[in-house]
């Protein structure tokens, strides 16, 4: 089945240390690809999002994410996380503008 | 304020008792949707709007009915709520599919 996978279900880091967090997806075609943030007890917000152009994407907060069509992937980078980071964090596919397919999540823990 | 809002935020109720979420925009939006996120599934979605009358099914319909009268209201309704409905429900909206403002959440407990 097609599908948007987030292979990490929680990290854990320290401050300062970069993170990484990897998306894949399984869908062909044109594809629009999002990632969303969840602070505790929040809604989701947009952090970044990729339509066309170049496949490095800067977002809010210092985030960017690189969209690597050859191993249909977007994965989502910082290179120094803050304690204010922590959250949950999910990869978004809207394949052939069709509706949006999310992963599982990503809960990210940063220690102080 | 540009916002999605959603009432109640929090709810408790028991089996079998009708109830309605209600979702509201103020983006002047055409598309709108419902999510419900359940922990290590993400969203999924369970049924969307493309514009005033036209609704349709999402991955997750089962239970659910929604209706679209105005373009800034999407209600989610509960006819017979059961304990598998329990979840975090979010309503969305956007001028298209590929992005969507979300609003705060509705965390429902069926007991």
């Known amino acids: 089945a097609q599908s948007v996978s987030q292979h990490n279900h929680h990290v854990i880091l320290s401050e300062a240390a970069s993170l990484e967090l990897g998306c894949n997806y399984s869908?062909?075609?044109?594809?629009?690809l999002f990632w969303y943030v969840q602070y505790p007890g929040q809604h989701l917000q947009l952090l970044l999002k990729?339509?066309?152009?170049?496949?490095l994407v800067k977002g809010i907060k210092g985030f960017e994410a690189e969209f690597i069509k050859s191993k249909f992937s977007f994965n989502l980078r910082k290179p120094s996380v803050q304690w204010s980071d922590t959250a949950e964090y999910f990869c978004a596919v809207n394949p052939n503008n069709n509706d949006m397919r999310f992963g599982a999540g990503t809960r990210l823990t940063v220690k102080p | 304020e540009a916002q999605v809002t959603q009432n109640p935020r929090y709810l408790i109720t028991v089996t079998g008792k009708k109830l309605t979420v209600t979702c509201s925009q103020n983006m002047n939006h055409e598309y709108m949707s419902w999510y419900r996120q359940d922990p290590g599934l993400g969203l999924r979605q369970i049924y969307y709007?493309?514009?005033?009358?036209?609704?349709d099914k999402g991955d997750v319909p089962e239970g659910y009915k929604v209706s679209r009268k105005e373009k800034r209201n999407f209600p989610l309704i509960l006819e017979s709520p059961s304990p598998n409905q329990t979840s975090l429900y979010f309503c969305?909206?956007?001028?298209?599919?590929?992005?969507?403002?979300f609003g705060p959440g509705t965390r429902l407990t069926v007991l």
């Open positions: 709007s493309m514009n005033v009358e036209v609704t």
């Open positions: 990729y339509f066309s152009g170049d496949p």
């Open positions: 869908y062909g075609g044109t594809v629009n």
């Open positions: 969305a909206s956007g001028l298209q599919r590929n992005e969507q403002f």
